[in-house]
């Protein structure tokens, strides 16, 4: 019985973690892995970022997206940025962003630095 609620306690708590980010981790985090193909006010070989929580999966109006962000029916909240920094190509299969972030920490930092610059 110990063990039911555990997971109930456990499956109650985990989604909260992305509200818990660390933002200037993320910052770090962001400008060490992300800055080669992302900025957060320009295009490079991906979109820019100033503004993407909150924001249509394909939504910056003069990138040149992948046909499968182009068609995406999403938007960038926690859970779907989640997703997509676990496994891009299992979220949307036929994307070209080929970086994973596999461990939960790194991204809900980067989560969080991404929700802090979305919001200036």
């Avoid at 995406?72 to 080929?98: F, I």
Wanted: proline share 5%.
């Amino acid at each position: 019985m110990k063990l039911h609620r555990y997971c109930l306690v456990l499956a109650l708590v985990t989604p909260a973690a992305w509200a818990d980010g660390d933002a200037a981790r993320g910052a770090q985090l962001y400008n060490s892995r992300c800055i080669a193909c992302h900025s957060p006010d320009a295009n490079r070989v991906g979109p820019a970022h100033r503004g993407v929580y909150g924001r249509k999966a394909g939504g910056v109006a003069d990138f040149s997206y992948s046909s499968a962000l182009r068609g995406a029916k999403l938007t960038w909240t926690d859970k779907t940025l989640d997703k997509w920094l676990t496994d891009p190509e299992s979220l949307l299969p036929g994307q070209t962003m080929g970086y994973q972030v596999p461990d939960a920490t790194d991204r809900s930092d980067l989560i969080a630095y991404l929700k802090q610059i979305s919001q200036k």
